[in-house]
């Protein structure tokens, strides 16, 4: 079946310019998060959607961050005025369910971004 | 101190070797454990979920200790492919809400 997709798979941005992340979860999934991994790091939450709920936002980094989940499926992560410290990889999961619980989360491939 | 800690490595071994990996976690709120894997390049998988009671799959065991806040990963006869970065990831209350938190890996290298 088809997994959690995310395009595009590379981006390459002028410092300064916005850019837009996108995030196809699995269908049915309720749960869906963000992460960015920077290189030899490990993954930093950015932000999780569940369900109907008000997402909770407090991993993002500053509020040139933000994202929107519509109809509570895909999700597209904004990165305003980027900075050359936004070059990381940015990686989407779902799960069907919610965390706390025994919750298997799968991931994307990741939308690898380079701000030069 | 970091909320989900772990041993960077890396660790190298020979084929057929045990190798046990080791995370402690600060939260005491925490509810579920699991041990995900990342290959270079490439997004975590799930390796296993951690239950109190222990688990075991295969030539992998993963142990619980809620006492001491410590989950570890035990592989034996290690493989080749197992070589990889192994992520220990804790969802834990949070102000209110749950988080899910990633250890920073341990990266482990299975060499003929």
């Known amino acids: 079946g088809a997994g959690v997709s995310q395009s595009p798979s590379n981006k390459v941005t002028e410092k300064g310019k916005d850019v837009e992340l996108r995030c196809d979860p699995i269908s049915g999934h309720t749960a869906l998060y963000w992460y960015r991994q920077s290189l030899g790091q490990g993954l930093e939450f950015l932000i999780y959607?569940?369900?109907?709920?008000?997402?909770?936002k407090s991993g993002l980094p500053s509020d040139r961050f933000s994202a929107e989940r519509t109809g509570g499926s895909v999700s597209t992560l904004t990165i305003q005025r980027t900075q050359q410290e936004d070059s990381a990889v940015y990686l989407c999961?779902?799960?069907?369910?919610?965390?706390?619980?025994?919750?298997?989360?799968?991931f994307g491939p990741g939308t690898r971004l380079t701000v030069l | 101190r970091k909320e989900v800690e772990q041993d960077p490595g890396p660790f190298n071994v020979p084929e057929g070797a045990t190798v046990a990996f080791n995370c402690t976690y600060s939260?005491?709120?925490?509810?579920?454990f699991f041990w995900y894997r990342q290959d270079c390049r490439k997004e975590p998988k799930l390796l296993m979920s951690?239950?109190?009671s222990g688990n075991e799959d295969g030539r992998f065991t993963a142990q619980l200790n809620r006492a001491s806040q410590y989950i570890s990963l035990l592989i034996r006869d290690s493989k080749l492919s197992d070589s990889a970065t192994y992520l220990c990831?804790?969802?834990?209350?949070?102000?209110?809400?749950?988080?899910?938190?990633f250890g920073a890996g341990t990266r482990l290298f299975v060499k003929a």
């Open positions: 951690v239950y109190s």
């Open positions: 999961a779902s799960s069907i369910r919610l965390a706390g619980t025994y919750n298997e989360q799968f």
């Open positions: 990831v804790v969802n834990a209350l949070i102000g209110g809400g749950f988080k899910t938190i």
């Open positions: 959607f569940q369900g109907n709920s008000a997402p909770d």
């Open positions: 939260n005491s709120a925490s509810q579920s």
